[in-house]
């Protein structure tokens, strides 16, 4: 929808205010809409006869605009390619500041995995040199989930007779994975804190689970590591051993009110499994094993 045709409902639209004393700096921000609210308090702060309508004129738009900045930052609207250059003007950006806004906006909004790294890579392009530590942690939640090996790494560490060789990793994982990857993957999960080292200095992991949101964005950002494990177990029904393997599949019809309550019980015996098997302490464990679990809507 155009900015433009945007209805009167917008009034209800307002902005949380807090008070914002310092200009927020855009290259610590991975998210547009909370940087947008930020500015404008910032704004307002400064100026306290500065009001929505004041940024929205500020943006090149007319009365009939009037709310969208509220909806942009609750989530209720994106932003187009006229309005990110609009919003950027308001908020008086240097050059380098509007590129990374408009590709944090893009980041943001993107529909595709490829889509999404492609602005992410524009990001921490437009961020070097800025000190921006939240696109650093970002990358290393990247590759946490897109490469397969780290999620494995990372359970690999607890077990009992581990070993910090990256030949000794790569011939455990069935040379499925270089010694170089192996150094990376270590060094990653450091850096995102995922795995540490205890008073002796071996590596364990930081805390006995990690739990991802169920969002529309992790989902996409996870969307890769779902593909390489369902490829994974489709070779393991093929060449690994029925003491080494188990598989279960079912097929029903629902009403279609009650997906999400189906989602819902898929997240609840997912948590169920790591409370009850996830081991909290360390040295314990044996092996590595991968449960998943899928809820695919076949018809339309």
């Not at 940087?35 to 307002?44: P, S, T």
């Not at 489709?234 to 989602?263: C, G, H, M, V, W």
């Amino acid at each position: 929808m155009q900015v433009s045709e945007m209805a009167p409902e917008r009034a209800e639209e307002k902005i949380v205010e807090r008070i914002v004393t310092e200009r927020p700096v855009v290259f610590n921000y991975l998210n547009y809409r909370p940087f947008l609210r930020d500015m404008y308090l910032f704004k307002k702060n400064r100026s306290p006869g500065f009001s929505e309508n004041a940024f929205i004129y500020a943006a090149g738009f007319g009365k009939n605009s009037r709310g969208y900045l509220g909806l942009v930052i609750k989530n209720k609207r994106n932003l187009t390619s006229k309005s990110i250059l609009g919003f950027s003007t308001a908020m008086e950006l240097s050059a380098e500041e509007s590129i990374y806004f408009e590709n944090m906006v893009l980041f943001n909004q993107a529909e595709s995995e490829k889509e999404k790294i492609c602005f992410f890579e524009r990001m921490k392009v437009g961020a070097r040199g800025k000190k921006a530590k939240l696109v650093k942690i970002l990358e290393h939640q990247y590759r946490y989930l897109n490469e397969w090996h780290l999620v494995v790494l990372r359970e690999l560490v607890e077990l009992r007779d581990f070993r910090e060789d990256p030949e000794w990793i790569a011939q455990k994982l069935g040379r499925k994975l270089s010694v170089e990857k192996v150094t990376e993957g270590l060094e990653d999960l450091e850096g995102l804190g995922l795995i540490t080292r205890n008073p002796e200095g071996k590596l364990v992991q930081s805390e006995p689970l990690v739990l991802f949101e169920d969002t529309t964005m992790n989902f996409m950002n996870s969307s890769n590591l779902h593909r390489h494990f369902a490829l994974a177990a489709a070779d393991a029904l093929t060449n690994k051993s029925y003491d080494q393997r188990a598989a279960q599949l079912i097929t029903l019809s629902i009403p279609r009110a009650r997906f999400e309550e189906l989602r819902s019980e898929m997240k609840a015996f997912t948590k169920k499994i790591l409370l009850e098997y996830a081991t909290p302490t360390h040295g314990n464990c044996e092996i590595v094993v991968q449960l998943g679990t899928q809820l695919i809507q076949i018809t339309d």
